[in-house]
């Protein structure tokens, strides 16, 4: 409804409904070169011509970011509603579907065209709601796509525009408040609790990959390379910045060491900084960054015997 929508959202979807000629949500795909969309027009995406994905934004759910970025979050639980309860064969195929068109965008690098809708019953209520209609549909000019698929969260980040910007971990929090995304509640809880040193790992790596390209740098995951390091830090004409190794810590796991390839590396490169993440399984984990000098004064740092 049009009343859970973000202002500025819903101003930029009016001027679009009000600068063209009318059309309905079918023919609207129809024109966007889905050839099938009379048979389809329940459909969450659609393949088009020239293997073009074509998605529904819920405009509902659209969050904006830092600098005015529009994104929002889609969830890979294809069980559960948005709006709680679990999905009827039919409408799990449907999400299904979707998600298998998104993640092939994904997979190749590539955008996807949207179309923003709005509809005339809570958001909540979109897919239990029997008489829930599309209240407005309007083709999106600006390209989206598939910033962040993270199937260990249940958790994909749509944005629109430009590559290179992620939301923060704040913002994230905020837009699943907004409904899109089951809360992880406390199977989340649980799980912080149950985790491995390798999820917790994991865990810090995806924060802090999405806290440097949230910041418009380039980051680049080197972990396997046994470097001494995890993460190069880039600005955007290439240039390495840091050189970073990083260590996740929850309650569970308030400890960590140095690996001989990282204390090797901490004394060779001046580039190399600790990079530590707190409650990285939690929701609102948090980072500190440490020079060679200072990795003892780092909380639940280890000496190795």
């Not at 059309?23 to 459909?43: L, N, Q, W």
């Not at 939690?282 to 500190?288: L, T, V």
Request: charged fraction near 25%; aromatic fraction near 8%; include cysteine.
């Amino acid at each position: 409804m049009d009343k859970e929508v973000d202002p500025q959202v819903l101003a930029a979807i009016d001027e679009k409904r009000l600068s063209g000629p009318r059309s309905t949500p079918v023919e609207i795909v129809a024109k966007m070169g889905v050839f099938d969309a009379r048979e389809k027009p329940y459909e969450y995406a659609w393949l088009a011509t020239g293997d073009n994905v074509i998605a529904t934004v819920w405009a509902e759910y659209v969050s904006v970011g830092t600098g005015g970025r529009w994104f929002c979050l889609e969830s890979l639980d294809t069980a559960r509603r948005a709006g709680g309860g679990t999905r009827t064969a039919n409408q799990v195929q449907r999400v299904k579907d979707r998600l298998a068109l998104l993640k092939r965008t994904f997979d190749a690098g590539q955008g996807f065209r949207a179309v923003l809708q709005t509809n005339r019953v809570p958001i909540a209520e979109l897919e239990s709601n029997k008489s829930a209609k599309v209240s407005t549909r309007v083709r999106d000019d600006s390209e989206w796509h598939v910033a962040t698929w993270e199937p260990e969260r249940q958790l994909a980040v749509l944005v629109r525009g430009s590559r290179g910007w992620v939301p923060t971990e704040a913002e994230i929090q905020a837009a699943r408040a907004r409904g899109s995304v089951p809360d992880e509640g406390e199977p989340a809880a649980a799980l912080a609790g149950q985790a491995s040193r390798e999820e917790l790992q994991a865990a810090a790596m995806r924060y802090v990959m999405r806290h440097f390209t949230g910041y418009g740098y380039q980051a680049e995951d080197l972990t396997g390379q046994k470097l001494g390091y995890d993460i190069e830090v880039s600005d955007r004409k290439g240039a390495t910045l840091l050189k970073v190794a990083v260590k996740g810590s929850s309650a569970a796991m308030p400890n960590f060491q140095l690996t001989s390839d990282e204390r090797a590396c901490s004394t060779r490169e001046p580039l190399w900084r600790l990079l530590v993440v707190a409650d990285a399984l939690g929701p609102a984990p948090q980072h500190k960054i440490y020079k060679p000098s200072e990795v003892e004064q780092a909380p639940g740092f280890e000496a190795p015997e």
